[in-house]
């Protein structure tokens, strides 16, 4: 819930600094990795956006897929967890390359 009324925030901040319009729409970047249920969130954001200026502003979405490099082979592969381990060396030193990522990347405003 609180990650929902950063982003209402967040958003309602940046609408105000352009007038005080309404936000239309948000894009959200969110890594697999993140640990975000995006169906929880668009719920929470939703109710967290009642009676502010992103009240009714739809929230989209984008989910990235978790990347990750070996430190030890050099062998880059897709991470569904953050404990990962070398598929090519079975190496455990492996360093997060994207997937992390929660960023809001837009929002629309009513002209
Ligand atoms: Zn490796």
Do not use: W
């Not at 940046?14 to 169906?39: F, H, I, P, W, Y």
Request: glycine fraction near 12%; proline fraction near 1%; charged fraction near 20%.
């Amino acid at each position: 819930m609180s990650l929902a009324m950063n982003i209402v925030e967040l958003v309602s901040a940046k609408a105000q600094d352009a007038g005080g319009q309404r936000v239309t729409s948000v894009e959200l970047e969110a890594g697999t990795l993140s640990g975000v249920m995006v169906e929880a969130l668009v719920f929470c954001f939703e109710a967290a956006a009642r009676n502010t200026l992103a009240e009714g502003a739809r929230l989209e979405v984008r989910e990235v897929e978790g990347c990750g490099r070996c430190q030890g082979c050099g062998h880059s592969f897709a991470l569904d967890s953050l404990l990962a381990q070398c598929p090519q060396c079975g190496g455990y030193g492996v360093e997060t390359l994207q997937g992390r990522e929660l960023k809001v990347v837009s929002l629309t405003v009513d002209e």
